[in-house]
Nanobody, 119 residues
């Protein structure tokens, strides 16, 4: 069973940075996709960044080169470094993982970590 635990969220000012961490209970090979999603109350959850079966990072357009996703096999950790944060980045951020294939089947989710950016 894959368990994911996020941490690192908090309240920051516009323009500041945060590093989110997702600890994984088991090693996830390249047969898995790993990703960060975010959700604002009343809106659909959206993918922020992912590392898919090809091993390459993929980013949503709104990240505008401000976010960096990386995975540490040694530490069993998926991280998301966020720079130049904006109030629009305020959301609950979730870590997800699942089997890779024609699409990523995100079966495993963390409990989320809140990010609040004030202007």
């Amino acid at each position: 069973q894959v368990q994911l635990v996020e941490s690192g969220g908090g309240s920051v000012q516009s323009g500041e940075s945060l590093r989110l961490s997702c600890k994984q209970s088991v090693y996830l090979s390249s047969d898995y996709c790993v990703a960060w999603f975010r959700q604002v109350p009343g809106k659909e959850r959206e993918e922020v960044a992912s590392i898919r079966g090809d091993g390459r990072p993929h980013y949503a357009k709104f990240t505008s080169d401000r976010f960096i996703i990386s995975q540490s096999v040694l530490n069993l950790e998926l991280s998301l470094k966020m720079y130049s944060l904006k109030p629009d980045d305020t959301a609950m951020y979730y870590c997800a993982a699942g089997p890779a294939g024609p699409t990523c089947d995100y079966k495993y989710w963390g409990q989320g970590t809140q990010v609040t950016v004030s202007s």
